[in-house]
Structures are given as structure tokens and as C-alpha cells.
């Protein structure tokens, strides 16, 4: 997802790229308690037939379930921020204040496509100048990083 923003002053650019986030925290936590209300019923019914043994292995279930939930939604918190301003380019790639951070000279820096060797493959979107690189944009889909491309170039004036 791209979201475009312009700066107070109306000559500072910044495009926000965040991963698609098909369920919030709030709905992955209530499909967590209905999953875990269902296999307590359901684990529930079977200790009731004697068949005890299924306590430890629904709870190891939910573990799992919980844990790749955790880290689904952590990943949704990446995101990358790109201001173009007067002088140069900026590129934040991270989480909130924690992440990494990269300068480029705005007349320098050089917007770029690299097509991929197969078709199955996904382009890559790089920007960078005086042998510096970085690649944005990895987790758009196709249509979505070439017109941020698109837009990135048109901007930078390249």
C-alpha cells in the first residue's frame, strides 16, 4: 500500500509504503479466543470420553497459532517512508523510530526498475547514486511498485 503526502511547505514530498494488512490486531486477536473457545469445547468433549491426552497438544496448537498471529502482525508494522526534498532523498525502512536510514543527493539519485529474469520473478525498485543502493518497495505487489516508480521518477525530476 503507497500512500502519498505532501510537506507543509508544499516542496517536501513523502510516499509511505506499508504491507497489505488483510486483518487488524483487534480482528486477529477475537479469531484467536474463537479458535480457543472452539478447541476447548471440542477438547473438552473428548476428556470427557476419557481421552484426556488432548489438553497438552490443543494448548501446543493455540502456542503455534498465537506465535505466527504475533509475528503476522509485527510484520504488518514495517513500513517505509521516502521524502524527497529540496537537496536530497531520504529512506526510512523499519518499525516506528527503530530502523535504518539512508541519504541520497536529490540530483544524484537515480530511480530504477530491474526487470526480472523470469516471469515469475517480481521487478525490484532501486534508488540510489554514487554506488549506493537501496531497494524499496519488496513487499508491493507488481502493478502497485511501478507506478510508485512511476511517480518517484516524475518527482525526482529523473
Not at 130 to 156: D, M, N, P, W, Y
Request: with cysteine.
Amino acid at each position: 500500500m503507497v500512500c502519498k503526502r505532501f510537506g507543509p511547505s508544499g516542496n517536501t514530498f513523502r510516499f509511505i509504503l506499508r504491507p497489505n494488512s488483510s486483518l487488524s490486531w483487534r480482528g486477529m486477536k477475537a479469531v484467536f479466543f474463537a479458535m480457543t473457545l472452539v478447541l476447548v469445547i471440542i477438547a473438552g468433549g473428548f476428556s470427557l470420553l476419557g481421552l484426556w491426552l488432548i489438553f497438552p497438544f490443543a494448548g501446543l496448537e493455540l502456542l503455534i497459532l498465537g506465535s505466527a498471529f504475533y509475528l503476522s502482525a509485527r510484520r504488518a508494522q514495517h513500513c517505509e517512508v521516502i521524502t524527497i526534498g529540496q537537496e536530497d532523498i531520504e529512506v526510512f525502512r523499519g518499525r516506528e523510530m527503530k530502523g535504518e536510514t539512508w541519504k541520497f543527493h536529490r540530483y544524484w539519485a537515480r530511480v530504477r526498475v530491474e526487470l526480472p529474469p523470469y516471469a515469475w520473478h517480481m521487478s525490484r525498485l532501486i534508488i540510489g547514486s554514487h554506488g549506493h543502493e537501496v531497494e524499496i518497495g519488496v513487499f508491493l505487489s507488481e502493478e502497485e511498485r511501478l507506478h510508485l516508480a512511476k511517480e518517484l521518477q516524475t518527482v525526482c525530476g529523473v
